[in-house]
C-alpha cells in the first residue's frame, strides 16, 4: 500500500497553530465578558440617571409656572406636566423618595415661603428608593 504525500500546494493549519489560536480566542473573551455582563446594569443605570433628571426639570418648571413646588408626582401628572410617573429601574417600581421643601421661620417676621395657598410643602428634590451601590461605588439613592 502506498501512503498519499501531501502535494506541495496543500497547506493546512498544524495541530500547535490551532491549540494557540484557540488559546488567545478565549484570553481576549475571558478580557471581554466582564464588561459585557455589566451592560445591563449600564443601560438601567442610564434610565435612572435620564428619570431622575426629566423628574427634576419638571419640578422646576412647574415651580417656574405655578411659583410653588408640586406637592406630589401625582400633581405633575393631573396637572400635565408628567405622562406617567418614570419608572425607577433600580429600584423596581414607578415610586421615588421625595425631599419636601422646609418653611422658613423667622422669629420677628412672617414666614415667608413658596408654598402654595394651601400650605402643604412641595417637593424640591426626588432620589431612587433603592439601596444598592451603582457601578461608580456610589448608592443610588445618592444621585
Given at each position: ?16 497553530e490551532l491549540i ?61 406636566y408628567l405622562r ?27 414666614a415667608e415661603t ?30
Amino acid at each position: 500500500m502506498k501512503t498519499k504525500r501531501p502535494l506541495a500546494n496543500e497547506r493546512g493549519f498544524s495541530l500547535l497553530e490551532l491549540i494557540i489560536v484557540i488559546t488567545v480566542i478565549g484570553i481576549l473573551s475571558a478580557i471581554a465578558l466582564p464588561n459585557l455582563l455589566q451592560t445591563p446594569r449600564r443601560a438601567n443605570e442610564a434610565v435612572l440617571r435620564t428619570n431622575l433628571r426629566t423628574i427634576r426639570e419638571v419640578i422646576d418648571q412647574h415651580n417656574g409656572d405655578k411659583g410653588y413646588f408640586p406637592p406630589s408626582l401625582e400633581a405633575l401628572e393631573d396637572e400635565g406636566y408628567l405622562r406617567d410617573i418614570p419608572f425607577d429601574p433600580i429600584y423596581g417600581e414607578a415610586e421615588w423618595g421625595l425631599e419636601y421643601e422646609q418653611p422658613v421661620y423667622d422669629e420677628f417676621e412672617p414666614a415667608e415661603t413658596d408654598l402654595p395657598e394651601g400650605g402643604e410643602p412641595g417637593i424640591i428634590d426626588i432620589y431612587s428608593l433603592s439601596d444598592q451601590i451603582s457601578l461608580d461605588d456610589t448608592p443610588y439613592s445618592e444621585w
